[in-house]
Nanobody, 128 residues
């Protein structure tokens, strides 16, 4: 398994922006698909955005399309989630995850079960 460390969570006002980071600790992420998931209090963990390992394929949940952007910087061994126009429905603990997932599956979005390494999460709070 891969050790992942998330950071960047914070308290922000509605309409604000945050950038989350996911770093591979001691292992390269460039050969792995990376996903961001959100877990709100009392709700199940759901996919927010994913990015493939090699061909740049991305997927976004409908609730964040046009507001969030996922990217990777392999030189820094980091995957980012830029979150803009944050809404009251966006708060929760954000987790990044890694796995060997082909792009043809990743673009469909329902690939949570294929991620086998998870970080500890970073907290995002949005005030209305």
């Amino acid at each position: 398994q891969v050790q992942l460390v998330e950071s960047g969570g914070d308290f922000v006002q509605s309409g604000g922006s945050l950038r989350l980071s996911c770093v591979g600790d001691g292992v390269g992420l460039d050969s792995l698909a990376i996903g961001w998931f959100r877990e709100a209090p009392g709700k199940e963990r759901k996919g927010v955005s994913h990015i493939s390992a090699t061909d740049g394929t991305t997927w976004y949940s409908d609730s964040v399309k046009g507001r969030f952007a996922i990217s990777r910087d392999n030189a820094k061994n980091t995957v980012y989630l830029q979150m803009n126009k944050l809404e009251p429905n966006d708060p929760g603990t954000y987790y990044c995850a890694a796995g060997q997932i082909p792009s043809r599956l990743l673009r469909l979005g329902l690939v949570g079960a294929y991620f086998d390494s998870w970080g500890q999460g970073t907290q995002v709070t949005v005030s209305s």
